[in-house]
């Protein structure tokens, strides 16, 4: 039934159309290296330097030596000197500094009295991200400084402790969560802007009709049309690998057969899902915009990619449950980071494959009925 | 062509009857589509929703793996004290490490607990009871938070038992943190407004990146230019409607930030009004810079996926702009959503106004002025060409 003959004039005339569409071109190989470059180099969320201001009313040895810590710890970089409390809450306000540090007046002596020595933090809350960073930061240095109050001139440890152990990316570098991730975001986007348009585009030249008069076979007709977009989608993993590679340092653990094996039934699905919308919306434009927000969107947002899915809301969990980049992302990251293979990831290599099955089976279904009617 | 040349010399009257004509025109041909009006009412809604929760650096209810080898009274209140702050969430246990492993490497738990045998005598002994906490660091944001929680919660149990036994006098030092303008430290009221920013962006791009190009693939684009309409006229008719939807869009996505999100609008809706208003000029400006470029829809819709790109990356939205690279952070400073974005933050959380966000403001009004002129030039020299 199916002929490899059609199939590769099928996937030759969709190739030579490709080529001549310099603008998707551009797309398929132009995007990937800008979002590397934007993602590997420009996003990270490790802050450091946060401006402070400190009003020191016990001056004693104890309140120096907390201050002292702030500024030894690397993460804060005393700008200010407020004289007073007014002051210390005016450059917060007014966004000179991110926070202030007030050591009250009689803080040594609670401390050495056994009483609560409390310290105040002033933050600046409309730059929410960096607040929640800075008194993170702030936490773990007073948290340290009171164990070593608490502690000294006693002969003993601390009564428990953690000793804690950062698996997989013991530096806790944010380019080795990002390259991985991109990975899925890449194919998602390339599924979305250049497949979408595939069968649409014929609907709207007319050339649907003279395709349908033609014999092929509608499964050749899928696979031709997919096949140059796999090509793309496989390069453009090969390179966004490599350069994650060399550029970035990100190592890559696991098995690059299985890395390959998956990303291409990923690919397959999500170009699936990509000539599906196509064939149903029958306009470039309009599939254009309904496959972003199909497969994009939820591959940037839903997918664990940059934001953490357990603290999101119990609708958008559900959402992110039968996105099928979570998954991919899974493996990519098994595989680079953690160097799994087949036994531990069956889970989502199994959803990959009902993923490529699904995304196929649509295009195709799809294709028959509207060549039909 | 000659004709469009003409247009000086009509009163002024005539002009602004023809441009509303133009713009009745437009607004009837964007509203008329059900699918439209679906993507210009409906998709910031559903839009805004998505990323008000799905943008989120808050780590909370972490999947947590524990081996209880101790299995005693302090190893389970160790265990509590886990989960008490809601920071962490027990989704196993078992007796074998190895297991733990497991959950690990399939990415069903984020932190391993190991709690080894002896902890209860080790620490009723004073002498330093140890538990081994493994965090899967692929989430690298996750995984800096959680070993700080972990830590803290390790910590905090022991110095309260030693201090329940009288070892220890007092509590150490305590931080007593208060955050203005937003004291619970809520990303949602920090990303919010920003996705503001974000959708009309969008909103202005989709709309108008694709008016002149349509026009000119459908050819209506000749029977605009044989009417008696200048370039500057028809520029005004093309982004007036738009703008227009913009700003129905702006009050939408507000009331639905400040009654559904409950984020707070403290600075005056003027400014607000004041500061959508040159965002949008710009936006709609580079919006039909890239219709005047494109020859195609499709062109012209990746033009603007192209440019939407960078615009969102370098803005601050999702990333901070200041922990990037200097050289991006100058890249940034050429982004009209980065500075809108300031702007949006700090009138709705701060309740700032025009005379402490004039830079913003001087910036977003010469960035709109320059590329309006831009694209009004571009399509003048496009339609003499293309005539």
């Not at chain 1, 007046?105 to 009483?115: I, T, Y």
């Not at chain 2, 538990?131 to 660091?137: A, E, H, P, T």
């Not at chain 2, 459908?218 to 008696?228: A, D, F, K, R, Y």
Request: hydrophobic letters at 55%.
């Amino acid at each position: 039934m199916l002929s490899s003959l059609r199939l590769r004039a099928m996937a030759r005339k969709e190739w030579i159309q490709l080529r001549r569409d310099s603008r998707s071109m551009v797309l398929a190989f132009a995007l990937p290296v800008a979002l590397l470059i934007f993602f590997g180099y420009a996003i990270t969320w490790d802050v450091t330097d946060v401006r402070l201001a400190v009003l020191d009313e016990d001056r004693t040895a104890a309140s120096r030596a907390l201050t002292e810590a702030f500024e030894a710890s690397g993460y804060f970089e005393v700008v200010s000197r407020p004289a007073s409390r007014q002051e210390a809450a005016g450059v917060v306000q007014r966004g000179r500094v991110a926070a202030s540090l007030v050591i009250p007046p009689g803080f040594a002596r609670d401390l050495g009295a056994g009483r609560a020595a409390a310290v105040q933090f002033l933050l600046d809350g409309s730059d929410a991200n960096t607040a929640t960073i800075a008194l993170g930061y702030a936490d773990a240095i007073v948290a340290r400084y009171s164990r070593t109050a608490l502690l000294q001139g006693r002969r003993i440890e601390a009564p428990a402790s953690a000793e804690v152990r950062i698996w997989y990316n013991p530096t806790l570098a944010s380019r080795n969560m990002i390259v991985p991730g991109l990975i899925a975001v890449i194919m998602s986007i390339i599924a979305a802007m250049l497949t979408a348009l595939t069968i649409a585009r014929e609907w709207e030249r007319g050339t649907m009709e003279q395709l349908a008069a033609t014999p092929v076979h509608r499964l050749e007709v899928v696979f031709g049309k997919l096949l140059p977009y796999l090509g793309i989608g496989v390069f453009n993993v090969t390179v966004t690998t490599v350069a994650g590679m060399l550029l970035f340092g990100v190592p890559l653990r696991g098995s690059v057969v299985l890395l390959g094996v998956m990303s291409v039934l990923f690919l397959l699905g999500a170009l699936g899902l990509g000539m599906f919308i196509s064939a149903v919306l029958r306009s470039q434009v309009l599939a254009t915009q309904v496959a972003m927000v199909a497969t994009y969107l939820p591959a940037l947002l839903l997918s664990g990619f940059l934001f953490d899915i357990a603290s999101m809301p119990v609708v958008l969990r559900a959402v992110a449950f039968i996105v099928p980049a979570k998954y991919y992302i899974a493996v990519t990251r098994g595989v680079f980071l953690k160097g799994v293979g087949i036994d531990v990831l069956w889970v989502q290599g199994l959803s990959m494959v009902v993923f490529a099955a699904v995304g196929i089976g649509l295009a195709t279904l799809v294709f028959r009925k509207r060549i039909a009617d | 062509m000659g004709a469009s040349r003409d247009g000086r010399t009509v009163p002024l009257a005539d002009r602004r009857r023809r441009v509303l004509t133009l713009v009745r025109k437009e607004l009837r041909q964007i509203l008329r589509d059900p699918k439209t009006r679906r993507i210009v009412f409906a998709a910031p809604i559903i839009q805004l929703l998505l990323f008000g929760y799905a943008v989120t650096t808050d780590v909370h209810s972490v999947s947590t793996f524990v081996v209880d080898h101790d299995r005693t009274v302090e190893s389970r209140a160790l265990q509590d004290a886990f989960t008490a702050g809601g920071q962490f969430r027990i989704v196993g246990r078992s007796d074998r490490p190895a297991d733990l492993e497991k959950a690990l490497d399939q990415g069903r738990s984020v932190v391993g607990l190991e709690i080894p045998a002896g902890f209860a005598r080790d620490l009723a002994a004073r002498r330093g009871a140890r538990v081994q906490v493994l965090v899967d660091g692929t989430s690298s944001n996750t995984a800096t938070v959680a070993q700080g929680y972990a830590a803290r919660v390790v910590q905090e149990f022991g110095f309260r038992h030693a201090a329940a036994r009288g070892d220890i006098r007092g509590n150490g030092v305590e931080l007593r943190a208060r955050a203005w303008f937003n004291p619970e430290l809520a990303s949602r009221a920090y990303n919010v407004p920003a996705v503001m920013g974000v959708l009309l962006l969008l909103m202005c791009l989709l709309l108008t990146a694709l008016t002149v190009v349509r026009e000119r693939e459908m050819g209506t684009l000749e029977q605009l230019m044989v009417s008696p309409l200048t370039p500057g006229e028809l520029m005004l008719g093309k982004t007036i409607p738009v703008a227009l939807i913009a700003f129905a869009d702006l009050v939408l996505i507000t009331l639905v930030a400040v009654l559904w999100f409950d984020v707070p609008l403290r600075g005056s809706p003027f400014a607000l009004l004041l500061a959508s208003a040159l965002y949008i000029l710009a936006s709609l400006g580079l919006g039909l810079f890239v219709s005047t470029i494109s020859r195609t829809q499709q062109e012209a819709f990746m033009g603007m996926f192209l440019l939407l790109l960078p615009a969102i990356i370098l803005s601050g939205f999702m990333y901070p702009v200041h922990t990037m690279p200097p050289f991006f952070q100058y890249i940034s400073l050429l982004n009209p959503v980065r500075h809108f974005l300031v702007v949006v933050r700090a009138i709705f959380l701060r309740g700032d106004g025009v005379v402490e966000l004039w830079p913003q403001f001087v910036v977003l009004a010469a960035m709109a002025a320059a590329v309006l002129l831009g694209a009004t030039a571009r399509f003048r020299r496009s339609t003499a060409s293309g005539g």
